[in-house]
C-alpha cells in the first residue's frame, strides 16, 4: 500500500516536472544549446582523446572537444552575419 502512495505522489510531481521543464525551455534557448554541446562533446572528446595518443587526460579531451564546439559555432555564425546581414 505505501508502494502504491508514492508512486502516486511520484507521478504528478514528474509531469508538472516535466511540463516546466518543456515550457521553460520554449522561452529559454541557451540552455538547450549547451545541452546539445555537451551531447556532441561526447563524441568529439573521445575522438580527441584517441587522436592525441592518449597523451591529453580525459579533462583535457573535453575541454579540447568544447573549444573545437564552441569555434565552430562562432565561425558558423559569422558565416551568416556577413553573408546574411539582414536576418541580423
Not at 11 to 28: D, F, G, M, N
Not at 44 to 61: I, L
Amino acid at each position: 500500500m505505501k508502494l502504491t502512495h508514492k508512486k502516486s505522489q511520484i507521478y504528478p510531481r514528474t509531469v508538472e516536472t516535466v511540463i516546466e521543464i518543456w515550457t521553460t525551455w520554449r522561452r529559454q534557448k541557451f540552455p538547450l544549446y549547451i545541452f546539445i554541446a555537451m551531447c556532441l562533446n561526447v563524441i568529439v572528446a573521445p575522438v580527441v582523446y584517441a587522436a592525441t595518443d592518449e597523451k591529453f587526460s580525459h579533462v583535457q579531451a573535453w575541454s579540447l572537444g568544447l573549444l573545437g564546439l564552441t569555434a565552430l559555432g562562432l565561425s558558423t555564425y559569422l558565416f551568416f552575419v556577413m553573408f546574411v546581414p539582414e536576418r541580423f
